[in-house]
Structure formats: structure tokens, C-alpha cells
């Protein structure tokens, strides 16, 4: 993948993520109280989160590489 693609690539999966997170605070209010149904769509939505995360710090990783001082 060519840098822009990169650039792009990082720039929707921090989307996705920010989203991710909205959606699960939502489900977290919406879950007090509530059935253990929505903790395992909590759940699936958190380690999808943490993939995203993953593949943030892959790309950042790429675009901006160590400098040894």
C-alpha cells in the first residue's frame, strides 16, 4: 500500500473506532438493568474495538517509524 492509502486506511478504521465506542456506551446505558444479552453484544463490540486498536498501531507504526536517539 502506497502512504496516502495508509493515511486513508488509519483514518477510517479511528473512525470505525470512535464509533465502536459510542455505540458502547450506548449499549452500557441501555444495559443497566437489563438481560445478559446485551453485555455478550457489549462484549463482541469491545474485542472488535481492541482489533481496531491493533491495526491502528500497525499502520502508525509503518507511517512513523522508531528513531533510534
Known amino acids: 500500500m502506497t502512504e496516502e492509502e495508509l493515511r486513508k ?4 478504521l479511528k473512525l470505525e473506532h470512535r464509533d465502536l465506542d459510542a ?18 453484544q457489549i ?3 469491545k474485542k472488535r474495538k ?3 486498536k491493533d491495526q491502528i ?9 522508531d528513531i533510534i536517539a
Open 9 to 12: 486506511r488509519l483514518e477510517l
Open 23 to 40: 455505540a458502547i456506551a450506548a449499549l452500557t446505558e441501555a444495559a443497566r438493568g437489563s438481560a445478559g444479552a446485551d453485555m455478550l
Open 43 to 45: 462484549a463482541r463490540l
Open 50 to 52: 481492541l482489533r481496531l
Open 57 to 65: 498501531a500497525i499502520i502508525e507504526d509503518t507511517l512513523l517509524p
